[in-house]
């Protein structure tokens, strides 16, 4: 035997034999063959029996995952060790410290057998199917008549009966034992006869705190039964096979667990904010470290302005992505306050900190306002972003850099700069443009490099399509370029054009909504929207009459017109409305009831300075959406 290759199937008898030193296989007695073997001393066999295990168990070792596993064990003993081999495992497994809640149960999870299918013909064809249907069982009559399933395919272990002694007992046994005649007919089904003699060895697997399955090896009557011996190497067999099974479990869990977590630690969907489109990507480092630290998100804001961020957790673990969960929700508690970029940043510095002193993250935070056209953006020692212009030309933002959050004791400064309509930015994380074989600001070159050659193969009078260019940036990475996951968030600029605008400013008086009421009226007289005044006029006087009973400052009113017609009133009061059903003797307390049933969509936002409730309708011909 050479290497980790305990023995093909299919090898030849004399091979067989002489691979593991003896005519029985990995324990032999070493009697003189009747082929012309000659005798093999002891200390030969017992060499040859510890090549063969430490092969076999290389082999079970290299598998990674339950199914590879299992099928290491029954290609490193067939034909070797046994001539089949059945093996059963707990349906479910258990995982970790999981206490089972019901019956114990077996199920037949593989089955190997002597001869391939395919080497069979005529009425032995006809006979073959088995367990895991590639394997031919017909040689084996000791279990089975041909043509029959060789063994039940689940086995329910009753407690207190004869295999629950053996699995109990650990210790692989005879099949011609006392313990293994009464426990195999169990396991295999009560109508298949037990082998004879030494032809069939039961060995539990075992895992680390509890049996998790069982093996049977078995032997044809035309060879050498199993000797002592060889109840050792399939011990050694079973508890390597058991070990493996558990951390391949519990690899299943753990990547299952990474998956879900990071799912829900990146937005289901963007939303769809007025005046800007959005897309994103995401890429994990490798298919072994799907959880990362890095983020995206994009939140709506009143007046109709979108939050864009984009973060990067230092490391690649479980713990990475936990912490980059708080950060990300941290992030969205602080927008919808409507703090300033610089001081979102501040108190993600903050709550990094109280995280731990070691808790590291780049951060960049940008607010787009469409109806102004205007970018205000902050940077915790991120990558700068690059904004793709109409005409083609695609620049590096000059943002300054920041320390990265969680360093303590820094200032954070925002910039606010043009966005123009048609424009597209684009955030992204480290990943994208950092590598073993490029330095950052080779990769931000590239990138740059590579968004003006898109917009110039879609032509110079309008932008590429937004998702396509997420992938077309993608592209870009080479082999040697996946060191770390990637975060990608790309904002397509559309704007609101003044002309579909309207803002007043309303003192907190009395006939503060009977002016609201005139406005509203004008403004949608000169937008062509007669059809929705009776609607509008109700729903304005309502909200405005509930903001100058608490405002002390003047009221904010705000029309816009998009793809719906959208109404902003803001106030000094911080505290927000809420929708309660009024008695038959109030006088008020109807008015978000009337929002909530007239409206398509409505809602209130707390701010730094005050609160704004907002509303939509539908213009007319549009479809209602609500």
């Known amino acids: 035997m050479s290497g980790d290759t305990a023995q093909a199937p299919g090898q030849s008898a004399v091979n067989a034999v002489t691979s593991v030193g003896t005519d029985s296989g990995a324990g032999g007695t070493g009697r003189h063959g009747g082929d012309g073997i000659p005798e093999v001393s002891a200390a030969r066999r017992e060499g040859d029996r510890l090549r063969f295990v430490g092969a076999a168990t290389r082999r079970i070792a290299r598998g990674i995952d339950l199914d590879e596993i299992v099928l290491g064990l029954c290609r490193a003993t067939v034909p070797t060790f046994s001539d089949a081999i059945l093996v059963y495992l707990r349906d479910p497994l258990p995982v970790g410290d999981e206490r089972p809640v019901g019956p114990v ?100 697997l075992r895992g680390r705190r509890r049996v998790i399955g069982a093996a049977v090896f078995l032997r044809t009557p035309d060879r050498p039964a199993f000797e002592t011996n060889d109840l050792l190497v399939a011990a050694q067999l079973a508890t390597h096979t058991a070990l493996g099974i558990d951390k391949a479990v519990l690899y299943g869990r753990e990547a299952y667990i990474a998956d879900e977590l990071q799912r829900t630690m990146l937005p289901d969907s963007l939303p769809q904010p007025t005046g800007v489109r959005l897309a994103s990507r995401y890429l994990p480092a490798a298919e072994t470290a799907r959880v990362g630290g890095d983020w995206y998100d994009a939140i709506p804001l009143p007046g109709s302005r979108v939050a864009l961020v984009v973060g990067d957790v230092m490391g690649h673990s479980m713990t990475s992505a936990a912490i980059m969960g708080q950060l990300r929700t941290t992030a969205q508690t602080l927008a919808q306050l409507d703090l300033p970029p610089a001081e979102v940043l501040h108190h993600l510095d903050e709550q990094a900190q109280r995280l731990g002193s070691d808790r590291m993250a780049t951060c960049l935070y940008a607010v787009y306002d469409p109806v102004s056209h205007r970018i205000t953006i902050a940077n915790a020692g991120h990558p700068p972003p690059v904004l793709l212009h109409l005409g083609g030309r695609a620049e590096v933002l000059r943002v300054p850099p920041g320390a990265p959050i969680g360093v303590g004791g820094v200032d954070f400064e925002a910039v606010e700069l043009d966005a123009p309509a048609g424009a597209t930015l684009l955030l992204y994380t480290d990943g994208l443009v950092e590598s073993r074989l490029r330095d950052v600001w080779t990769g931000i070159e590239q990138l740059r490099e590579r968004l003006a050659t898109t917009a110039r193969l879609t032509g110079l009078d309008h932008p590429p399509p937004l998702e396509a260019l997420c ?54 007289t000169r937008w062509g929207l007669e059809e929705l005044q009776d609607s509008l006029e109700l729903l304005v006087s309502e909200v405005v009459t509930n903001a100058v009973r608490y405002a002390e400052r003047p009221v904010t009113l705000r029309l816009l017109r998009t793809d719906v017609l959208r109404c902003e009133v803001g106030d000094d009061s911080p505290q927000l409305p809420r929708q309660r059903r009024a008695r038959d003797t109030d006088e008020g307390g109807r008015g978000l009831f009337l929002v909530n049933r007239m409206a398509r969509r409505w809602g209130a936002t707390r701010l730094s300075s005050g609160k704004v409730v907002w509303f939509e309708l539908p213009l007319p011909g549009a479809h209602d959406r609500r």
């Not at 790309?490 to 309207?502: L, M, Y």
């Open 105 to 204: 149960v077996l199920r037949l999870r593989r089955t190997d057998r002597l001869r391939p299918i395919d080497d069979l013909t005529g009425a032995e064809g006809a006979g073959a199917a088995g367990a895991a249907g590639e394997l031919d069982f017909s040689q084996l009559q000791l279990v089975g008549p041909q043509g029959d399933l060789p063994a039940a395919e689940l086995c329910e272990i009753r407690p207190g009966g004869a295999l629950a002694e053996v699995l109990r007992g650990v210790r692989p046994v005879f099949g011609s034992s006392a313990a293994a005649r009464a426990a195999l007919p169990e396991l295999l089904g009560a109508e298949h006869p037990v082998p004879r003699g030494q032809r069939a060895i039961l060995a539990p």
């Open 471 to 524: 992938d077309d940036v993608l592209d870009m990475l080479g082999p040697g370029d996946r060191d770390d996951d990637i975060a990608l968030l790309a904002a397509r600029f559309d704007g609101i054009a003044p002309s579909d605008v309207a803002y007043w400013f309303l003192d907190p008086e009395e006939t503060a909504p009977g002016r609201a009421r005139r406005l509203a009226r004008r403004a949608l």
